[in-house]
């Protein structure tokens, strides 16, 4: 549900004016992550390899260039572990919008987008970027999560049927009011600031059941 309500809430950034969000699905090989990321790429887009998901293997240019393309609908990248150069800055100039550069001669808009990876491990460390910590949002993903789902189903579903839930979500936006929304987000926030942090060990249904209370 948290990985589905980035990938919708993506488009959103630019239009509420507020921080794009980081999440990292991050496991053991064959744990579902990428399963998972494929599956809430398929709200967009082809999630395929090297369709809408793209590798963290390409250089810093191509990234950042198919960010730019996408213009806020958000970016999914995969095996960020694979990558030999410190990932940090990349994340945080997609997130906070490409500034202008060698891009601006072909393009007059930027990027602020939800950003949806994976990698095998975690991307914090005592050496982080501050910005990077306070915007990214780590989940392990753990092999009994996902017991009882036909993987290699979801996978074969998701890459016949892709790009629907996404031009419905798009078609209901236009049909709402901006300061509706607005009015929407600052009370979900006000929310979760009454109800505090959520601590490592506490149920996360009664967590929510606490934002809910004070919504």
Same mark, same amino acid.
């Given at each position: 549900?948290?990985?589905?309500?980035? %990938?919708?809430? /993506?488009?959103?950034?630019? $239009? #509420?004016?507020?921080?794009?969000?980081? @999440? &990292?699905?991050? *496991?053991?090989?064959?744990?579902?992550k990428s399963t998972l990321?494929?599956?809430?790429?398929?709200?967009?887009?082809?999630?395929?390899?090297?369709?809408?998901?793209?590798?963290?293997?390409?250089?810093?240019?191509?990234?950042?260039?198919?960010?730019?393309?996408?213009?806020?609908?958000?970016?999914?990248?995969?095996?960020?572990?694979?990558?030999?150069?410190?990932?940090?800055?990349?994340?945080?100039?997609?997130?906070?919008?490409?500034?202008?550069?060698?891009?601006?001669?072909? %393009?007059?808009? /930027?990027?602020?987008?939800? $950003? #949806?990876?994976?990698?095998?491990?975690? @991307? &914090?460390?005592? *050496?982080?970027?501050?910005?990077?910590?306070?915007?990214?949002?780590?989940?392990?993903?753990?092999?009994?999560?996902?017991?009882?789902?036909?993987?290699?189903?979801?996978?074969?579903?998701?890459?016949?049927?892709?790009?629907?839930?996404?031009?419905?979500?798009?078609?209901?936006?236009?049909?709402?009011?901006?300061?509706?929304?607005?009015?929407?987000?600052?009370?979900?926030?006000?929310?979760?600031?009454?109800?505090?942090?959520?601590?490592?060990?506490?149920?996360?249904?009664?967590?929510?059941?606490?934002?809910?209370?004070? $919504?």
């Amino acid at each position: 549900r948290i990985a589905l309500a980035c %990938t919708f809430a /993506s488009v959103c950034v630019k $239009l #509420l004016d507020c921080q794009s969000v980081l @999440l &990292l699905l991050h *496991g053991a090989t064959c744990s579902g992550k990428s399963t998972l990321q494929k599956f809430c790429a398929s709200v967009w887009a082809n999630p395929r390899k090297n369709k809408f998901i793209r590798s963290a293997r390409s250089s810093d240019c191509n990234i950042t260039a198919w960010a730019m393309f996408l213009g806020g609908i958000p970016i999914c990248l995969d095996e960020l572990h694979a990558r030999s150069k410190k990932v940090d800055q990349l994340l945080m100039t997609i997130a906070e919008g490409v500034e202008p550069g060698k891009y601006e001669k072909i %393009t007059d808009f /930027s990027t602020s987008s939800c $950003l #949806l990876l994976t990698a095998e491990g975690s @991307l &914090l460390s005592n *050496g982080s970027n501050p910005g990077l910590e306070n915007r990214l949002l780590e989940i392990e993903i753990l092999p009994e999560m996902l017991q009882g789902i036909d993987i290699n189903q979801v996978v074969r579903s998701c890459s016949r049927n892709f790009g629907v839930a996404g031009r419905k979500f798009m078609s209901g936006l236009k049909n709402k009011d901006t300061e509706e929304l607005d009015a929407r987000f600052w009370a979900i926030k006000d929310a979760v600031a009454k109800a505090g942090f959520y601590e490592s060990g506490k149920k996360v249904d009664e967590y929510y059941g606490h934002v809910d209370k004070e $919504l």
